[in-house]
């Protein structure tokens, strides 16, 4: 079981990282498209949906991992502290603004303040993540 464990963090760290370097590249992309030609344009915006839809699977799997981790490793939720709760907090927070960014009543709001305040909530996730589970 703890080579599963292992593998499966691996993994889901794998998944952290696609979607935290989705999280830097996309505002690169959308700055680039924002004043290319229209030709390139195109380009770029396959290039912003690939990225996109990398980071939406990569939420997945780190939602289904993270899951199987805490249950292979800790035999559930119970027991673990505030640290771990405030992590759950901070990943729901992620998947709702990865939900709003999508729906019309966001389309006034700058993709640069999602792009930020996506960052600061992933490098939240990342500390109580620390604190949670060393």
Known sequence: MYDAANILLFIHLVALVVGAATN???PLVMRQMAKATPDAK???GAIARQLGFNAQVALGVLVLSGIVLVWIRYGGVAGLDAW???KMALVALIVVLMIVRFMPVAAGISPRVFASLTRLVLLGIVLTAVFAFN
Request: hydrophobic residues 80%; glycine residues 12%.
């Open 84 to 86: 771990f709760w405030a």
């Open 42 to 44: 195109a380009g770029y």
């Open 24 to 26: 830097v590249a996309m």
